[in-house]
């Protein structure tokens, strides 16, 4: 991916998505990100003036893969990220490519685990943590399902 004038070249805790209030009221993917962004930005207004006796860490993942719940009731409510995938398993990609967006992602497993930690370590305490393991693109991801079909 090339980055642009917006992007910064690291990201990190320090960071906070752009998405305003007005924007996340276009379409349900934008919506979704400002909802995240602003009841975090809430959460931490909320500790910072009301002074309540806990303490608050974050967890910050990007797309979320991974094993998804053995109880789900349908196909449907997988979760959004790993919508994608049951899209592309259904066809849904052969004309065109859903956009990327989010050009990180984190497992399921390792979201899991940052929660656990954040509330047994006491250094994590007041802070935000970005958790991803890596960058892909849907293009990527198109051409990784093609050639194994390939091998078939």
């Known amino acids: 991916m090339a980055r642009t004038e917006k992007q910064p070249a690291v990201y990190d805790e320090s960071l906070w998505?752009?998405?305003t209030y007005e924007?996340?009221?276009t379409d349900r993917a934008v919506t979704y990100r400002a909802s995240k962004t602003l009841a975090g930005r809430t959460a931490w207004e909320f500790v910072e003036k009301e002074n309540p006796g806990f303490t608050l860490s974050t967890i910050c993942p990007p797309y979320i893969f991974g094993p998804v719940a053995p109880w789900l009731n349908s196909r449907d409510s997988v979760n959004?990220?790993?919508?994608?995938?049951?899209s592309l398993l259904q066809g849904g990609w052969k004309n065109k490519l859903p956009p990327t967006g989010v050009w990180f992602y984190t497992d399921v497993r390792d979201v899991a685990l940052a929660h656990v930690r954040a509330m047994e370590v006491p250094e994590?305490?007041?802070?935000?943590?970005?958790?991803?393991?890596?960058?892909f693109d849907m293009k990527e991801i198109a051409g990784d399902c093609e050639k194994e079909l390939s091998r078939d």
Do not use: Y
Not at 80 to 86: A, D
Not at 124 to 135: N, Y
């Open 80 to 86: 959004t990220s790993n919508q994608f995938f049951v």
């Open 124 to 135: 994590a305490d007041g802070k935000r943590f970005f958790v991803t393991a890596g960058h």
């Open 17 to 19: 998505n752009s998405v």
């Open 23 to 25: 924007q996340g009221q």
